[in-house]
Nanobody, 121 residues
Framework: QLQLAESGGGTVPPGSSLSLSCTAS????????LAWFRQAPGKDREFVAA??????RYYADFAKGRFTVSREDSKTFHLQMNSLQSEDTAVYYC????????????????WGQGTQVTVSA
């Protein structure tokens, strides 16, 4: 069973940057779709960004130009977040799907435990 673990969350002032990492317990499938989601209090979990093994990247509108998703190797991928704002405050989750491209969390079978990102002055 694939297990994921996020790291890198924290509390930062507006305008700051944070880098999140997700490490898998084993190599992910060559066709795995690696994604980041977030969930703010009282809101649904929403898609943030994703990367294919081929290197193709996908972003939510709010993430374009500020966030960068990258895949380091078959077990690790990252989310670089710049120009953070208070509305970015949420628990951030990494997830893996073997079903290919999707922005629906229901298509992702594997999830990390989440890491808190708080943007506050």
């Amino acid at each position: 069973q694939l297990q994921l673990a996020e790291s890198g969350g924290g509390t930062v002032p507006p305008g700051s940057s944070l880098s999140l990492s997700c490490t898998a317990s084993q190599r992910t499938y060559s066709s795995a779709f690696l994604a980041w989601f977030r969930q703010a209090p009282g809101k649904d979990r929403e898609f943030v960004a994703a990367v294919r093994p081929s290197g193709n990247r996908y972003y939510a509108d709010f993430a374009k130009g500020r966030f960068t998703v990258s895949r380091e190797d078959s077990k690790t991928f990252h989310l670089q977040m710049n120009s953070l704002q208070s509305e970015d405050t949420a628990v951030y989750y990494c997830a893996v799907s073997t079903k290919g491209y999707s922005r629906d969390p229901r298509d992702f079978a594997y999830w990390g435990q989440g890491t808190q990102v708080t943007v506050s002055a």
